[in-house]
């Protein structure tokens, strides 16, 4: 038997075209909800990964900030030590001037001359001492003058005293010192 199609063929066209360009439409929308769905994955984990990486980041900052701190305590300690080694450097030195001084000064002391009060008062030196007779205190200061080290000697007092059944010259020296660096 023959079948004979009562509805025109163009609107069963015209159907399948409309339900070919829903489904392309719903593919198409499915297709682009896909692609934003993938991207949007990509860019949280792209994100999450960022976020990590800042946290990582973070805390290795904080170590080395940690270890700054740290130098910079140990840098105030070696300022602090050097700073106590200069100090002691300078001590040194100035021992040795004194040593340097009171030898100088000893290996010039006349026979008849005792010293009996040396104060060093930085760029000078007052010197007390008793001596037999004015020549004796003369011929030190004389000494005193031949010093290297020593820029001005002055006598600043000389008087004679009765000390037991002697008598005694005491005199006072005030001793400019030759500047360092000079």
Request: hydrophobic letters at 40%.
């Amino acid at each position: 038997m023959i079948k004979i199609n009562l509805l025109p063929y163009r609107d069963i066209q015209r159907k399948e075209r409309v339900w070919q360009q829903i489904f392309t439409m719903i593919g198409g929308v499915l297709l682009g909800l896909i692609i934003v769905l993938v991207v949007h994955f990509q860019l949280s984990s792209m994100v999450s990964n960022y976020e990590k990486n800042k946290e990582e980041l973070n805390s290795e900052i904080k170590d080395l900030e940690k270890k700054i701190g740290e130098m910079d305590k140990i840098k105030a300690q070696k300022g602090e030590i050097e700073r106590k080694l200069g100090v002691i450097d300078k001590l040194n030195t100035e021992r040795m001037k004194v040593v340097v001084l009171l030898y100088n000064i000893g290996s010039i002391v006349p026979e008849n001359v005792w010293l009996t009060a040396l104060s060093d008062k930085g760029n000078e030196l007052i010197l007390d001492g008793e001596a037999m007779s004015g020549n004796d205190v003369s011929e030190f200061m004389k000494r005193l003058e031949g010093v290297n080290g020593f820029s001005k000697v002055n006598l600043l007092a000389m008087d004679q005293l009765q000390k037991g059944d002697r008598k005694v010259v005491k005199f006072n020296f005030k001793i400019e010192k030759v500047k360092s660096g000079s």
